[in-house]
């Protein structure tokens, strides 16, 4: 009870002050959701930096060649899989966390099995175009992608695109307008996991941000070069 003299608030000032912090709510939170988007995106950036790193001591101790891998290999991290291209990296990161998008969604929530486990998780997918090839033959390493960021993270080593003719060099799948969302409302499912783009690791070993929509085909050193709008299940060959 307020003493005489001293006036209490009434309900409308109560519901006054209600609405001022639900209103500063609403502009304050999604301030701090893309702050902590581009933290992420940061750190993301930085252990793509490390795997472009251990891509080149990589070539270094093999003659320059592309570690060789198949179009996927499930727990890619275990002794016995076969030769894969995040397994032929491991020894040299010596840390399987920069294989890790802190912004992507396991995909156990989408595609059952397919989820990480304690020893292999990774949301990086590689370019098969490129694998067990010697850098030699790739005219512009600094244009070629190595490999890319998947909206899911796995305990699959995925290539994509992936080579699906195995007399042919023949390869689908740069892009996969059809993964995430319902419907009408699904959008592409690689290489947008930050802000309508994502990292991506260069055959000289460097890094950086690109937005989806800039892709193109020639990117990943296939013909014809063709951008974003293409159909997902186009079929390319290698441009080298």
Not at 12 to 25: D, R
Not at 141 to 170: G, S
Request: hydrophobic residues 40%; glycine residues 8%; contains cysteine.
């Amino acid at each position: 009870m307020a003493r005489r003299g001293e006036r209490g608030f009434t309900l409308i000032e109560l519901l006054v002050v209600i609405a001022i912090i639900a209103i500063l709510a609403a502009i304050l939170f999604p301030v701090f959701a893309q702050a902590r988007e581009k933290a992420r995106a940061t750190a993301c950036l930085s252990n793509q930096r490390q795997v472009g790193l251990a891509l080149q001591l990589y070539a270094q101790d093999y003659d320059e060649m592309l570690p060789p891998s198949p179009n996927e290999v499930t727990n890619f991290a275990d002794p016995k899989a076969p030769a894969n291209f995040l397994g032929a990296l491991i020894p040299y990161t010596k840390n399987k966390g920069i294989f890790v998008c802190p912004s992507s969604t396991d995909a156990g929530s989408a595609y059952k099995g397919f989820g990480c486990n304690e020893l292999n998780c990774s949301s990086l997918q590689g370019n098969a175009v490129v694998m067990g090839k010697p850098l030699a033959v790739v005219p512009n390493p600094a244009e070629i992608i190595y490999l890319d960021e998947n909206h899911f993270r796995w305990n699959v080593a995925w290539l994509r695109p992936a080579q699906v003719n195995v007399k042919k060099p023949q390869y689908m799948y740069w892009h996969w307008n059809l993964g995430t969302g319902q419907g009408a409302g699904k959008v592409e499912q690689y290489n947008n996991v930050h802000s309508n783009g994502g990292n991506l690791v260069f055959l000289d070993g460097h890094a950086k941000y690109m937005q989806f929509i800039r892709l193109r085909s020639s990117n990943f050193g296939m013909v014809p070069d063709i951008g974003i709008e293409a159909d997902s299940n186009k079929v390319y060959t290698p441009a080298f």
